[in-house]
């Protein structure tokens, strides 16, 4: 996949995760969950996966 002609091929974490307006929506997102007292981290396991952390430990 390289759908922003940046080079990066096949690498959806990098499409989904390491551009700076993805990432604005996610903090945005993350930010929104936080007014609702979901407290989760700026993270892309989190956001691509569904995997927090906390539940792990």
């Given at each position: 996949?390289?759908?922003?002609?940046?080079?990066?091929?096949?690498m959806l974490i990098?499409?989904?995760w390491e551009y700076k307006l993805v990432q604005l929506l996610w903090k945005t997102v993350?930010?929104?969950?936080?007014?609702?007292k979901v407290d989760l981290p700026f993270d892309?396991?989190?956001s691509l996966l569904g995997v927090n952390p906390?539940?792990?430990k």
């Open positions: 996949i390289d759908w922003r002609g940046c080079g990066e091929k096949g990098h499409c989904c993350l930010r929104f969950l936080k007014e609702l892309p396991a989190v906390k539940e792990n």
